[in-house]
């Protein structure tokens, strides 16, 4: 079993920055690649941040330059640096482990830009 949970969200003016974590527990070890999705109402669920297994990040266009993904093998943990937010980055956060053949899911954290 794998569990994932997200924290770190909250309510941040534009311009502002957060930092999410994602921590993973469970038989789970070493390295595997990893994501960051996002979901705001009424759209569907797009990544914003992905890690492969040797260390490389990648992000789409919307993000790049302003998001940065990172992790701490030792601590089990992904995270999220958000920078220079906009209110379009309104939406609940995910985050993805893919290990033992499967994707697994945290339950997210919200993350609010709005003056």
């Known amino acids: 079993q794998v569990q994932v949970v997200e924290s770190g969200g909250g309510l941040v003016q534009p311009g502002g920055s957060l930092r999410l974590s994602c921590v993973a527990s469970?038989?789970?070890?070493?390295?595997?690649?990893v994501a960051w999705h996002r979901q705001a109402p009424g759209k569907e669920r797009e990544w914003v941040a992905k890690?492969?297994?040797?260390?490389?990040?990648d992000y789409p266009e919307s993000v790049k330059g302003r998001f940065s993904i990172s992790r701490d093998i030792a601590k089990k943990t992904v995270y999220l640096n958000m920078n220079n937010l906009e209110p379009d980055d309104t939406a609940v956060y995910y985050c993805k482990i893919f290990y033992w053949g499967r994707d697994h899911w945290g339950q997210g954290t919200q993350v609010t830009v709005s003056p």
């Open positions: 890690m492969s297994s040797n260390g490389s990040p």
């Open positions: 469970g038989r789970i070890s070493g390295v595997y690649p």
